[in-house]
Every structure is written in structure tokens, then in C-alpha cells.
């Protein structure tokens, strides 16, 4: 059999690893486009702002390079605790990486959040990429316009045009940050798409579903810990939850008449945890008031954030 010249000389090659921040506004679709690059879900994706409260890294293999991308919370102005906990540690997984990419909602343009992300950026000596989302419902010469606008805040070393949703786009990025990446082994197993610890990512699909299923009639600042991981012998699971919120009307919005919306989260989370474990779900998810929780720092360690004084 003859050997192919061509994997013999990839094979020879030295691996690349290294980090790439996703920023930008909240809900310019970060989330969206670091599942569609990794390939498997990895980060929850909801229409409500500021889903993202945690650093989530997700790892993509392109040719010898490791690509772990870092899907930051979305920057905007903080006005409460949790707010700056979330925008700090956007900042601080932006200023750890090897190359920061800046994702734009083409159709909202520079908004002031996006701006002062701009401006920021302007701070940080690090290679700056720009993607501009949703090129399929935008037009052309706005995208040009928004381009050159852009880069007068700050210099970009390349512009990118994409769809975070249908994949427009995502090989060309793919292939311009392999090349970004230094030389070093790699940093994951070549089979795994994510450092989030299963119990966190039990979590937040939960509260993916409480989101998608409630949307404006529950505050963003309601939180979901799961509180047990028990392994069967039978290889199913046995997963704990609980959904915390801060009012009595908001358990009350949260379990819905007779208990059936919560029913109906806990359905669609365990349904969706099932596919992405490969494991049977046995999943009991309980609802508790806990005022002010987004002040207490216990809370911000489980979500992996820093507590601001």
C-alpha cells in the first residue's frame, strides 16, 4: 500500500495550541457561534440578554492546531454586582488569550455597548480579529460601512464576514486562527469539546429552558445549581437541581399553575441532557427563594466568577 505523501508531511508537522476570547455585546451571538465552531453544544443560547455569566471554553481541532475558544459574558454598563462580576470576567478572559475576536451584530451596527468595547480595546496589545454576524440578513455595503467604522476605533489585523447561525464563514476563521496559534502539545484530548464540568453544564441547560420557556416574565438573575450528581448502577444518572430566585412571586411564576411549567422545563432540560450525556436522566429540579443571592459570595464561586467588593 502507498503511503500518502501528504498525511506523512501533517504528521511531521508540529502541533499548535492556544486561546481565542469571543467578546462583544450581550446577544451579538457569541454562544451561538462558539457551539456552530466547536461542533457540539457547549454554551447555552437563549434570546435573553446576558445568558452568558461565565467563562465557558470550547476546544476545536483545525489541521495540527488546538483552538480553545473563550466565550465570555456579554460586555455591557454593569449596574449591580453580578453585572461587574460578569463584565470583569469577560475583560479578564480577553486579556489572557492570544487573540481576541470581536463579534458584531451587523444589523444593530455600533451601539453604545459596542463602542465602549471599542474603546477598551484600544488598551490591549493583543491581535484583534473583527466578525461581523449575520451577513445573510445584511447588507452589503452597510457591512463595509460598519467595516471601516470599526476599525477606526481600533486596528483589526483581519475582518470577517459570518453567520454564526448557518456557519457562513466559520471555516475561514477557523482556518486564519489555526495559524494564529503558537507552537506547544496540546492543551485538551483530541476528543474533548469543553472544560465545563458536567454538573455546571447540567446547570445551564436548565436554565436555558427556564429562559426559553419564560423569557421577560423572569429576571435574568435567577440562577440554577445542581446540587446532587449521583451515578446508578445502572448507568443512569440520578441529578438533583435547584432553580433560586429571589421573590416569592417569582417561585410562584417559576412553578407555573398546578406545577406544570416546571414540569415542562424540567421535560425539556432532561430530554436535552439525555442527548448530550448519552446517559439515562432521572432529574428532579426544585424551586427556592433566596433573597439576595447576587449578594452573597458563595453564590458567584459556584458560577466561577470573582465576588466585586
Do not use: C
Not at 55 to 80: C, L, N, W
Not at 90 to 111: E, F, H, P
Not at 275 to 281: D, K, S, W
Amino acid at each position: 500500500m502507498t503511503e500518502n505523501p501528504l498525511a506523512s508531511y501533517t504528521a511531521q508537522l508540529p502541533t499548535k495550541a492556544g486561546f481565542v476570547a469571543l467578546i462583544g455585546a450581550p446577544n451579538a451571538g457569541k454562544s451561538t457561534l462558539l457551539n456552530k465552531l466547536v461542533g457540539l453544544k457547549v454554551s447555552i443560547v437563549t434570546h435573553k440578554v446576558q445568558t452568558t455569566r461565565n467563562i465557558i471554553r470550547g476546544v476545536a481541532i483545525e489541521e495540527q492546531s488546538q483552538i480553545v475558544f473563550v466565550d465570555t459574558p456579554g460586555i455591557f454598563k454593569p449596574r449591580r454586582r453580578l453585572d461587574r462580576a460578569m463584565v470583569d470576567s469577560a475583560w479578564g478572559g480577553a486579556k489572557d488569550a492570544d487573540v481576541i475576536a470581536v463579534l458584531i451584530d451587523s444589523t444593530r451596527g455600533i451601539t453604545e455597548a459596542v463602542e465602549r468595547i471599542l474603546t477598551e480595546l484600544q488598551n490591549i496589545k493583543l491581535p484583534k480579529v473583527l466578525l461581523l454576524n449575520k451577513v445573510d440578513i445584511t447588507k452589503r455595503e452597510k457591512l463595509l460601512e460598519l467595516a471601516q467604522k470599526a476599525n477606526e476605533y481600533t486596528r483589526f489585523e483581519k475582518t470577517f464576514m459570518i453567520s454564526a447561525l448557518n456557519g457562513s464563514g466559520t471555516k475561514d476563521i477557523l482556518n486564519y486562527f489555526a495559524g494564529k496559534m503558537p507552537e506547544g502539545p496540546w492543551l485538551y484530548p483530541e476528543d474533548q469539546a469543553s472544560d465545563v464540568p458536567l454538573r455546571m453544564l447540567a446547570a445551564e441547560i436548565t436554565r436555558e429552558k427556564l429562559y426559553l420557556r419564560l423569557h421577560e416574565e423572569l429576571p435574568y438573575i435567577s440562577t440554577v445549581e445542581t446540587d446532587q450528581w449521583q451515578e446508578k448502577d445502572d448507568g443512569s444518572v440520578r441529578i438533583e437541581q435547584t432553580i433560586f430566585v429571589e421573590r416569592d412571586s417569582q417561585k410562584s411564576i417559576v412553578l407555573g399553575k398546578n406545577g406544570q411549567t416546571i414540569k415542562a422545563i424540567s421535560k425539556a432540560a432532561r430530554e436535552e441532557m439525555m442527548e448530550a450525556f448519552e446517559q439515562t436522566i432521572h432529574l428532579f429540579v426544585f424551586v427556592k427563594v433566596r433573597e439576595n443571592w447576587s449578594d452573597d459570595p458563595e453564590r458567584y464561586r459556584q458560577m466561577g466568577l470573582d465576588f466585586p467588593l
